[in-house]
Nanobody, 120 residues
Framework: QVQLVESGGGLVQPGGSLTLSCVAS????????MAWYRQFPENERDFIAM???????YYSDSVEGRFTISRDNAKNTVYLQIDNLKPEDTAVYYC??????????????WGQGTQVTVSS
């Protein structure tokens, strides 16, 4: 079965940086589009960015250029680097995978999420 396992979340001070990782198994990684979402309390999950097998990327307009998505197909891993973290970035961050993902349609596979808390 497909498994997505996120890591790298935690407590970070405002202005800091963080890199989240998501390791995928049970799928042909290079065939899948990978994406990151985040969920604020009592809200739906919001699309952040996606990357295809050839490392083409697409970002939500809301992330202001502070987020960088990348992938390593040899390691079955997708990353999300977040720079200049702000308290409003506090959320649970989820990895998502599918053969066809867009900013309004997620893939069928989700990780368990990793909490990012930005606070001094």
């Amino acid at each position: 079965q497909v498994q997505l396992v996120e890591s790298g979340g935690g407590l970070v001070q405002p202005g800091g940086s963080l890199t989240l990782s998501c390791v995928a198994s049970g799928l042909i990684f290079s065939d899948h589009v990978m994406a990151w979402y985040r969920q604020f309390p009592e809200n739906e999950r919001d699309f952040i960015a996606m990357i295809n097998g050839g490392s083409g990327t697409y970002y939500s307009d809301s992330v202001e250029g502070r987020f960088t998505i990348s992938r390593d197909n040899a390691k079955n891993t997708v990353y999300l680097q977040i720079d200049n973290l702000k308290p409003e970035d506090t959320a649970v961050y989820y990895c998502n995978a599918g053969l066809a993902i867009s900013n309004y349609k997620s893939g069928p596979y989700w990780g368990q999420g990793t909490q990012v808390t930005v606070s001094s």
